[in-house]
């Protein structure tokens, strides 16, 4: 925002403003003298004729003329405003969300806007461009520009107070003018989003690769032993057959949650539309994991509200996140021997469930990081259990999409509670889906 300041200066100064009335009232000011004048032969004093005159005249030049005046306050507005007006560049500038710094030769700063001043701060009238710039690869590249007029870039990043990449542009704006009034344009273009996504591109690729690659080289090791020494050996192809159906089985279980993940990313900005009873469709979920917990000796308790609790969502990606975290109960607090679903609506909170283990909980450290792909607590623990490393990044994925959120609680030696709390919003009209009850 331009802020337009009225300058004392821009107003007319008093003295000049009675000598320029004074021009304009020659000729009634002259008519007044020669009346003066000619009264005092007429038997009229002379102080008499003087202090007349001086009151014309002072009257005369001195009263308002609201005419003159508006016309002078009308200039003094137009000079202000051409005084203070942002030149049509920098107004350009100043619309752009990009930190941009306008600068002279001698690297003073002319102008910067408003995202330049939140990213570098505010410089003081006419400071250099190293009174908040202190990079040296930045300030060569200024340096390199101003000497040979011809726009160069350089990539910058910092790690103080947070890991940034800025790729900074610099770049005469009149090269064709005369060597004191040429200006330079430094902006900083952000690059941090998509170096942390390259990152996690890179990591994802690399740590895929090792999941699958694992199972696969135990497979072609069992097959080279059944092509040679194992051969006739009916004992060792029984127990190595097992052995390859089990590693077959994970490789397609980490393939189908590579697939899960790719097809929640390409729809994470469409929100669902349908209703969901989370009180039916725990009860469903919780059926279907019952043979599994029976085995490892937990029981699943499930306690509901007395009212129905809806939510906007989609009901087969629900039954995922949640078939995803109790059989994570299940498996990781196997020693608590009971694993709690709790379903709870708060028409200011929204609904949230609770799935709350009482195994051997998750160090502190751990916890920021359980969401991310691949990314185990205990890696012999989690393959031992058949973990792919994937399914709290599908929860986390699916979460997102539904406009909700999971909170994850653990003491060591207590247990572990994993809350996913729905926005308060009303659900759509959508009609709710019954098919997977049934």
């Known amino acids: ?208 690769s090792h999941e699958l690659r694992t199972p696969l080289a135990s497979l072609m090791g069992f097959i080279e032993t059944l092509q040679g020494p194992a051969r006739n050996d009916e004992a060792a192809r029984t127990r190595f057959f097992a052995i390859m159906l089990e590693q077959a089985q994970r490789m397609a279980r980490l393939i189908d949650d590579l697939l899960s993940l790719s097809r929640l990313e390409m729809r994470a900005h469409v929100a669902p539309e349908g209703e969901v009873d989370l009180s039916r469709t725990l009860t469903h979920v919780i059926d279907t994991l019952k043979p599994m917990a029976s085995e490892l000796g937990v029981t699943i308790d499930l306690a509901l509200p007395q009212e129905p609790v809806v939510v906007t969502g989609d009901v087969d990606e629900l039954i995922q996140v949640f078939s995803n975290l109790i059989e994570n109960a299940c498996k990781y607090g196997q020693t608590g021997k009971r694993v709690l679903v709790t379903v709870a609506n708060s028409d200011g909170d929204g609904a949230h469930v609770t799935v709350q283990d009482f195994g051997p909980g998750i160090a502190k450290e751990h916890v920021p990081r359980l969401t991310e792909r691949f990314y185990r607590v205990d890696v012999e623990s989690s393959r031992t259990k058949k973990g792919t490393g994937l399914g709290l990044a599908i929860v986390k994925h699916i979460l997102a999409r539904h406009r909700a959120r999971l909170v994850v609680k653990s003491v060591p030696g207590e247990g572990s509670a994993f809350t996913v709390k729905f926005s308060s919003a009303k659900p759509s009209s959508s009609p709710l889906s019954k098919e997977i009850y049934q």
Request: net charge positive; no cysteine; glycine share 4%.
């Open 1 to 208: 925002m331009t802020e337009i300041r009225q300058d004392a200066a821009a107003e007319p100064h008093v003295g000049d403003r009675i000598a320029a009335r004074a021009r304009a009232l020659a000729r009634p000011l002259g008519v007044g003298l020669v009346l003066a004048l000619a009264a005092i032969p007429a038997g009229l004093a002379p102080w008499q004729a003087v202090a007349g005159y001086g009151a014309f005249a002072g009257a005369l030049l001195l009263w308002p003329s609201s005419r003159e005046d508006a016309r002078a306050r009308a200039r003094a507005r137009a000079r202000s405003r051409a005084a203070n007006a942002v030149h049509p560049d920098f107004a350009v500038i100043e619309a752009l969300d990009l930190p941009t710094i306008v600068f002279d030769r001698e690297t003073q700063v002319v102008r910067q806007n408003s995202a330049a001043k939140l990213l570098v701060g505010e410089y003081p009238d006419r400071a250099s461009l190293s009174a908040r710039i202190r990079s040296p690869a930045i300030l060569e590249l200024v340096a390199r520009v101003v000497a040979r007029g011809l726009p160069e870039s350089v990539e910058h990043s910092e790690r103080v107070p947070s890991e940034r990449w800025h790729e900074v542009r610099v770049a005469p704006v009149n090269p064709g003018a005369e060597p004191d009034r040429r200006l330079y344009v430094l902006t900083y273009r952000d690059l941090t989003e998509a170096r942390r996504m390259d990152r996690m591109r890179t990591d994802f690729v690399a740590n895929a």
